[in-house]
């Protein structure tokens, strides 16, 4: 392992507040009876990775593993999470914080790893019979998050009097206050699912453009395009909420489609400016 990777893989396990472990190939340290994967630092995490872990967690009888990661591939979650319980295996993805670079946060242990969130949505078509134009349009029917930082018993525990504190606790955010006589108030800031989402975006032909890099053939030292096996995703239709206007639709424009199979990606980015991406296939 060189000496950067290594420094790198220190300091996240410092963040996350792991202990370094030995004896494994996929897995980097421990924590809380779960072992901890950590993912590259400039590529997402793969289905590929995600599959490298199953595998040495079957050969060793691991059951709970924690992946860290700056970035997730398009469309891993949840079918990687489904198929790994399928094989007894809790993963839970989390976030790599751009605090991890702050060291006084991670001295502080104010470093906060984020859960992965996922999302539903429902296909509707419309013009399937007669001669109107084929259509089809997005619902969002649902959006879960599993964040969590700090909790309400510790920080009514430690508030002094008129005094307030925002709180994220299993997908809540919370604000506890507690008054001049030391009475605790606890107010619920998200009362919907949709409280969380602060943009959503469609791409209603996820696969028509191919995503295209540039490697070089180090025979002839040339340059050549190269396809990743991805796509790119293209915003064709978006709501977002904005100071003035704090509502969100949760159903696109029907958009024209020629007949046939195809797959629509959409796009949720939450209040924390995380992103979440569910791919679906629909028959026009």
Not at 215 to 224: D, I, K, L, Q, Y
């Amino acid at each position: 392992m060189e000496a950067k990777e290594k420094d790198f893989l220190d300091l996240i396990l410092k963040a996350y507040r792991a202990e370094k472990t030995e004896g494994f190939h996929a897995f980097h340290g421990k924590k809380a009876g779960r072992l901890v994967a950590v993912g590259p630092v400039n590529l997402p995490v793969t289905r590929l990775f995600v599959e490298e872990i199953i595998l040495e967690c079957r050969k060793k009888h691991v059951t709970k593993v924690d992946i860290l990661a700056f970035e997730f591939e398009m469309g891993l979650f949840p079918n990687a999470l489904d198929e790994a319980r399928a094989k007894g295996i809790d993963i839970a993805p989390k976030y790599i914080p751009a605090d991890v670079f702050d060291k006084r946060a991670v001295e502080k242990n104010q470093v906060v790893f984020h859960d992965v969130a996922f999302l539903e949505v429902k296909p509707h078509v419309a013009g399937a019979h007669g001669h109107a134009p084929h259509k089809v349009a997005v619902e969002l029917t649902d959006f879960s998050v599993f964040y969590s930082q700090d909790s309400v018993a510790k920080a009514e525990a430690a508030l002094k009097d008129k005094a307030s504190k925002i709180v994220v606790e299993k997908g809540r955010i919370v604000k506890v206050s507690k008054d001049k006589d030391g009475i605790v108030t606890r107010e619920v800031l998200t009362r919907h699912w949709t409280d969380w989402v602060d943009y959503w975006a469609v791409d209603f032909d996820f696969e028509s453009k191919r995503e295209i890099i540039r490697v070089r053939n180090a025979e002839s030292e040339g340059w050549g395009e190269v396809w990743t096996g991805d796509y790119v995703f293209e915003n064709e239709w978006q709501s977002f909420r904005t100071k003035k206007d704090r509502s969100l639709e949760l159903k696109s424009v029907f958009q024209e489609c020629k007949p046939g199979r195809r797959k629509i990606a959409v796009k949720v980015v939450d209040i924390f400016g995380n992103d979440t991406m569910k791919i679906v296939e629909v028959r026009i």
